[in-house]
């Protein structure tokens, strides 16, 4: 039983927990039902300073709850252990430094004891992400894959910066080579030859450049596993307009694998960075652009509004009407990005529905055995055989054009 300042028990009663996590030890604060506190322990960040913590807090029905600091990094052990110990864990967010109070202690006591009160008044606290599903396995590739990009790009980057300044025979050798690719492969290719510094440039090239074509080659498998994962388990996301792999990737992780704890497609829009923010002002009554939430998320959904915008045609007649009442490009864009935030978070929650039309070679099939051509289908859908080609091969998705290839197929 954890003990006060003073030695004695703890009062009886229902207890609040808060938890300042770090790399090494996590720090545990324990409060009354009142708001008094009861003790202050460190406990080990491994499985055995999980147990631990959980007896210092003692049973799950004489708890409250336990307000847990970066469930999603330090924090994610600990609040998957309390979890499945029957514990009601919410993630609790750090207190930025500039809104501490002027004069107020700033140590790892303190901060467990912030995070128990703000546990308790619900202040800033959310239910924390579930990092146990297909989801967490996601995210591991989707992050491994962000920063083989940028590997790539500092690759070629480097590249054109030493090419700049190396010899003039060496810069003559590939001043045609406009296209990043072929000039990493082109580099790739050559061997040190020349004056002591055309060797050593030239060297150097043929480093950065298979280094590149390395982290190239992962990022592609990164790629490759990530869509893996989607087709097995959120299929349905995929067949979102204009969505692909890497786009809903980063939509699932932002939902994590419990897309439900956000309570609305509302709260997806608002994590997500594209709800609404009021900027009004007189007699000018008008929306602006959110600037907060999850970047990540909100640049998939502005790539997909982006691709929508130069190939559907039902966004096109939308921007055309919206342009016409005056909104500029930023705010039609805007209001796409909420729409398309609204039916993400629809497919997020039921990814793989019973009863949806068959995809890709189930179509395909179907339609070979009543013997209809791709250019009859792509004529009654009124979209290219490229793109019904697309859609059998599986190299596209669209759940509205998959719904209404099967519809008539089946007419």
């Not at 995210?139 to 030493?162: E, G, H, M």
């Not at 440039?201 to 990022?219: H, M, T, Y």
């Not at 009554?285 to 909100?298: F, P, S």
């Given at each position: 039983?954890?003990?006060?300042?003073?030695?004695?028990?703890?009062?009886?009663?229902?207890?609040?927990?808060?938890?300042?996590?770090?790399?090494?030890?996590?720090?545990?604060?324990?409060?009354?039902?009142?708001?008094?506190?009861?003790?202050?322990?460190?406990?080990?960040?491994?499985?055995?300073?999980?147990?631990?913590?959980?007896?210092?807090?003692?049973?799950?029905?004489?708890?409250?709850?336990?307000?847990?600091?970066?469930?999603?990094?330090?924090?994610?052990?600990?609040?998957?252990?309390?979890?499945?110990?029957?514990?009601?864990?919410?993630?609790?967010?750090?207190?930025?430094?500039?809104r501490l109070m002027v004069g107020a202690d700033k140590n790892d006591p303190e901060d467990a004891e912030r995070a128990a009160r703000k546990a308790?008044?619900?202040?800033?606290?959310?239910?924390?992400?579930?990092?146990?599903?297909?989801?967490?396995?996601?995210?591991?590739?989707?992050?491994?894959?962000?920063?083989?990009?940028?590997?790539?790009?500092?690759?070629?980057?480097?590249?054109?910066?030493?090419?700049?300044?190396?010899?003039?025979?060496?810069?003559?050798?590939?001043?045609?080579?406009?296209?990043?690719?072929?000039?990493?492969?082109?580099?790739?290719?050559?061997?040190?030859?020349?004056?002591?510094?055309?060797?050593?440039?030239?060297?150097?090239?043929?480093?950065?450049?298979?280094?590149?074509?390395?982290?190239?080659?992962?990022?592609?498998?990164?790629?490759?596993?990530?869509?893996?994962?989607?087709?097995?388990?959120?299929?349905?996301?995929?067949?979102?307009?204009?969505?692909?792999?890497?786009?809903?990737?980063?939509?699932?992780?932002?939902?994590?694998?419990?897309?439900?704890?956000?309570?609305?497609?509302?709260?997806?829009?608002?994590?997500?960075?594209?709800?609404?923010?009021?900027?009004?002002?007189?007699?000018?009554?008008?929306?602006?652009?959110?600037?907060?939430?999850?970047?990540?998320?909100?640049?998939?959904?502005?790539?997909?509004?982006?691709?929508?915008?130069?190939?559907?045609?039902?966004?096109?007649?939308?921007?055309?009407?919206?342009?016409?009442?005056?909104?500029?490009?930023?705010?039609?864009?805007?209001?796409?990005?909420?729409?398309?935030?609204?039916?993400?978070?629809?497919?997020?929650?039921?990814?793989?529905?019973?009863?949806?039309?068959?995809?890709?070679?189930?179509?395909?099939?179907?339609?070979?055995?009543?013997?209809?051509?791709?250019?009859?289908?792509?004529?009654?859908?009124?979209?290219?055989?490229?793109?019904?080609?697309?859609?059998?091969?599986?190299?596209?998705?669209?759940?509205?054009?998959?719904?209404?290839?099967?519809?008539?197929?089946?007419?």
């Amino acid at each position: 039983m954890a003990r006060n300042n003073a030695g004695e028990p703890p009062a009886a009663g229902p207890v609040i927990a808060g938890v300042d996590t770090h790399k090494d030890a996590h720090v545990l604060c324990l409060l009354d039902s009142l708001g008094r506190r009861l003790s202050s322990a460190s406990f080990p960040a491994d499985a055995d300073g999980y147990d631990a913590l959980a007896r210092a807090i003692g049973d799950p029905g004489d708890c409250m709850v336990v307000g847990v600091e970066g469930t999603a990094s330090y924090g994610a052990g600990l609040a998957r252990r309390l979890a499945e110990l029957g514990y009601n864990v919410v993630e609790v967010l750090r207190p930025k430094r500039d809104r501490l109070m002027v004069g107020a202690d700033k140590n790892d006591p303190e901060d467990a004891e912030r995070a128990a009160r703000k546990a308790a008044s619900g202040d800033g606290c959310s239910v924390p992400k579930a990092q146990d599903g297909w989801v967490e396995a996601l995210r591991q590739d989707y992050v491994a894959r962000r920063q083989l990009v940028k590997t790539t790009t500092a690759c070629v980057d480097c590249a054109k910066s030493l090419l700049t300044t190396a010899p003039e025979p060496v810069r003559e050798r590939f001043r045609h080579e406009s296209d990043a690719a072929g000039l990493m492969e082109a580099l790739a290719c050559a061997e040190p030859a020349g004056t002591a510094v055309e060797a050593a440039a030239l060297g150097s090239l043929r480093s950065l450049a298979l280094a590149w074509r390395e982290a190239r080659r992962q990022a592609e498998g990164c790629e490759s596993r990530m869509r893996s994962l989607i087709e097995a388990n959120a299929p349905a996301l995929l067949g979102v307009e204009c969505v692909g792999t890497i786009s809903a990737a980063a939509l699932a992780v932002t939902a994590g694998d419990n897309p439900d704890r956000m309570g609305g497609e509302a709260s997806f829009a608002a994590v997500c960075g594209v709800s609404p923010v009021e900027a009004s002002s007189g007699k000018v009554k008008r929306h602006r652009l959110n600037r907060g939430g999850n970047r990540q998320a909100n640049w998939a959904l502005w790539q997909i509004v982006k691709a929508r915008m130069a190939s559907d045609e039902r966004t096109k007649a939308y921007v055309e009407r919206r342009t016409r009442e005056g909104k500029s490009k930023r705010e039609i864009m805007r209001c796409l990005k909420r729409y398309v935030a609204r039916e993400v978070y629809k497919v997020l929650l039921d990814p793989n529905p019973d009863g949806a039309p068959p995809h890709g070679d189930g179509l395909r099939r179907m339609r070979r055995a009543r013997r209809v051509t791709q250019r009859e289908v792509a004529e009654a859908l009124g979209v290219s055989v490229t793109t019904i080609a697309n859609l059998e091969h599986g190299r596209a998705r669209s759940t509205r054009l998959e719904s209404g290839y099967y519809a008539f197929l089946t007419s």
